[in-house]
C-alpha cells in the first residue's frame, strides 16, 4: 500500500496507531477544545476551527496526500467515504485487515490531491465523534502529506498529532500555534523543537 511507501521512506518503523504523539519526534500535540469553555456549543466550534486552521496551514491544494482509516470490524457498514471527498473524482481505494488487541480493523487508502478532500466535513465529523452529534465518523483518519512530509490525525475533539519527517517540517506551526500546545507535553516538545 501508499502510505507503507511512505512511511518507511519519511518515518521509518513507524506505525499508524492510536497514541501516535509518543510514538515519533519530532511531533507536536495540540489542543483543539478548550477545557475551560462550559459553553458546548463554543467548545465544539473552537475545536472545529482549531483542526481546520492547522490543516490548511499544512496543506496546499496541489499536494498529494494519503488518507488512511481505520475502521473497527463492527463499524465496517460506517465505511461510506463519499462525503469526504470531490466526488467528480475516481479515486482508486485500497484495504487491508490487520488485528489490534483481538478485534480485527480494516485499513483503508485513498491517494488523492489535497483540493480532493472534503477536509472540513472530515474534520467536523472526527471532532464530533465522541460527541454524539452528526456528522461524525467513528473511524481513525490519518492525512499523510507528501510536500510537507508530515501525518495529520485529529484523534477527537481534544486534540490534534502532527508529524514531522524532521523539525523544520513544524517549525512554523509551532511557532504560530504555540499557545494551542498541549500544556501536558509542552516541556517535552518545547525541548524537541528549540533543543
Not at 466550534?45 to 499536494?63: C, F, I, K, T, V
Not at 469526504?84 to 490487520?98: A, G, K, P, V
Not at 473511524?139 to 523539525?167: A, E, P, W
Request: hydrophobic share 40%; with cysteine.
Amino acid at each position: 500500500m501508499e502510505h507503507s511507501l511512505f512511511l518507511e521512506r519519511y518515518f521509518s518503523n513507524l506505525e499508524l496507531m492510536p497514541g501516535l504523539f509518543y510514538s515519533w519526534e519530532p511531533a507536536i500535540r495540540f489542543e483543539l477544545g478548550d477545557p475551560n469553555e462550559p459553553d458546548n456549543n463554543k467548545y465544539i466550534a473552537g475545536s472545529n476551527e482549531r483542526a481546520a486552521a492547522l490543516y490548511n496551514d499544512l496543506h496546499m491544494p496541489e499536494d498529494e496526500c494519503i488518507i488512511v482509516m481505520d475502521i473497527l470490524e463492527v463499524d465496517l457498514k460506517r465505511k461510506n467515504l463519499s462525503p469526504f471527498l470531490d466526488r467528480s473524482q475516481h479515486f482508486r481505494i485500497s484495504m487491508n485487515t490487520y488485528e489490534m488487541e483481538e478485534i480485527l480493523i480494516y485499513r483503508f487508502e485513498i491517494a488523492c490531491r489535497a483540493k480532493e478532500i472534503a477536509a472540513s466535513k472530515i474534520l467536523r465529523a472526527v471532532v464530533h465523534s465522541d460527541l454524539g452529534m452528526k456528522p461524525n465518523i467513528p473511524h481513525r483518519v490519518y492525512i499523510l502529506n507528501k510536500r510537507t512530509q508530515t501525518i495529520f490525525h485529529v484523534y477527537d475533539d481534544r486534540g490534534c498529532d502532527i508529524l514531522g519527517s524532521n523539525v523544520e517540517k513544524l517549525r512554523p506551526l509551532y511557532e504560530q500555534y504555540n499557545d494551542w500546545i498541549l500544556d501536558y507535553d509542552r516541556e517535552a516538545i518545547t525541548r524537541m523543537l528549540e533543543g
